[in-house]
Structures are given as C-alpha cells and as structure tokens.
C-alpha cells in the first residue's frame, strides 16, 4: 500500500498565479481531507470530500480556494490567484470512512514569491 | 465547534527523562483522541490514540490517558530518546475518528536534550 501520494511536493508561484494539488488517497480510502499548516502553527482543517461530492467546507476561504474529488483521479486542491499569506504547507488525509484513524500524505509546500 | 487547548508549546527534556503533554477539549460529545507526531519537514504520523470508553492505553514507552468528566487527555512519554525530538499534535474528534470534526491542538515541540 503506497500510502497517501501528495504531489507536486514542492510549489512556487508568484502572485496571482493559480496553484494546483493534488492528492490520491490510500487504496480503499474514499474519503479524503485538506489541512493547510502555517509555520509553526498546527493543522487548520480546510474541507472533506467523498467522491464527486464536498461534505464539509466550513474551513475553505470564501474566495480564491476550491476542492475537487472527482470520481476518477486525484482529489485536488486548487487556489486561484496566490497571495503571499498562502505560502504554507497542505495536507492531505485519507481515512475508509467511519470511526476510523485517517493518514496523512507527506504534504505539498507551496511558496508564492 | 470544538475547541482543543495544547500545553506545553515547548517541552524540553534530559534524554532518559519523562515527557507529559496534556490537551484539554470544549465539546464533551468527542469520542475520539489522536495523537500525531511530525518530524520537522514530514507529515504527520500517528503515533497513539483512545477513545472515550476507555481511560488509558499503552504502547511501549507511550502511554495516553484521557478524562472525560474534566475534558482532558494527556500523552505520556518514559524513557525519552533523541528520535522522540519533534512535534506533537493532539486532537479531538466527535466522530468517532474520521476527520469530519477532527480539531486539532496548536502543537507541542518536544526537544530531548542529550
């Protein structure tokens, strides 16, 4: 099992740019979440998704941030027109569903310059 | 919504020493209480966690316990090693362990001195 696959690992945009994240959860996870982590801060939660649907978004900036988890593929985690208070580490997190542990990927580092 | 409390934010320990973070929770709904460690530049790993119909569990040199009438649960780490030098993040969830209502604690950034 390769575990949760975040990529690109590393990510530098200028502002307003768009970034792009993508997340393929664990085999037989079909629930996946978003955290962003600001330096030296903890795990804010950003949203959930199920396949082809978004359960819980009450994390997600109002503007600019998007998620998707299409029925095939990676889920995706897409900011339009980066600023520089974006620049952080995303995580994503997969768990089966249910009273279950979730596992995170190794994260992708956005830098926007 | 849940609130969960972190303390310490720094802990610095003599190796060999015991470690003690403790978090405490708003919401006495949450069943459910992970606890991650992150390594810095690494993801988080979960390292230890309980659910509410238990009051202690144990692995090895990590123990957690939680307390469900004052709303607190604290990780416990003997014998502490170099390797053990990282984050440590808490959380709490009403769900039962899904994400869906995962909060977690601001972290602790545990330093074992040799």
Redesign the interface.
């Known amino acids: 099992n390769a575990g949760v696959m975040q990529n690109p690992r590393h990510l530098v945009r200028r502002r307003g740019q768009e970034a792009r994240l993508r997340c393929s959860p664990m085999k037989g996870h079909s629930?996946v979440?978003w955290?962003r982590q600001l330096p030296e801060?903890?795990?804010?939660?950003m949203v959930?998704l199920q396949k082809e649907n978004i359960?819980?978004e009450s994390g997600m900036p109002k503007e600019r941030f998007s998620a998707e988890f299409p029925k095939e593929g990676p889920s995706i985690l897409r900011i339009q027109q980066v600023v520089r208070g974006d620049s952080a580490a995303y995580?994503c997190?997969s768990?089966p569903?249910?009273?279950?542990?979730?596992?995170?990927?190794?994260?992708s580092w956005l830098t926007v310059v | 919504g849940e609130n969960v409390e972190?303390h310490p934010s720094t802990l610095s320990v003599q190796e060999g020493d015991s470690a003690v973070i403790k978090c405490t929770y708003s919401d006495s709904a949450s069943n459910?209480f992970?606890w991650?460690k992150q390594e810095l530049g690494?993801?988080?790993?979960?390292i230890i966690?309980i659910r509410s119909n238990v009051g202690e569990k144990k692995d090895q040199r990590i123990a957690v316990t939680l307390n469900k009438t004052a709303k607190h649960f604290s990780l416990h780490i003997t014998e502490t090693q170099p390797e053990d030098s990282a984050v440590y993040?808490c959380a709490a969830s009403n769900?039962?362990?899904?994400?869906?209502g995962?909060?977690?604690?601001?972290?602790t950034h545990l330093i074992i001195q040799p």
């Not at chain 1, 569903?97 to 994260?107: A, S």
């Not at chain 2, 769900?95 to 869906?100: E, K, R």
């Open positions: 629930h979440y955290y801060e903890g795990l804010k939660f959930y359960i819980d995580f997190a768990s569903g249910g009273p279950n542990t979730i596992y995170f990927g190794e994260g | 972190q459910y992970p991650y690494k993801r988080p790993q979960l966690d993040f769900q039962g362990g899904g994400a869906d995962l909060t977690f604690g601001k972290g």
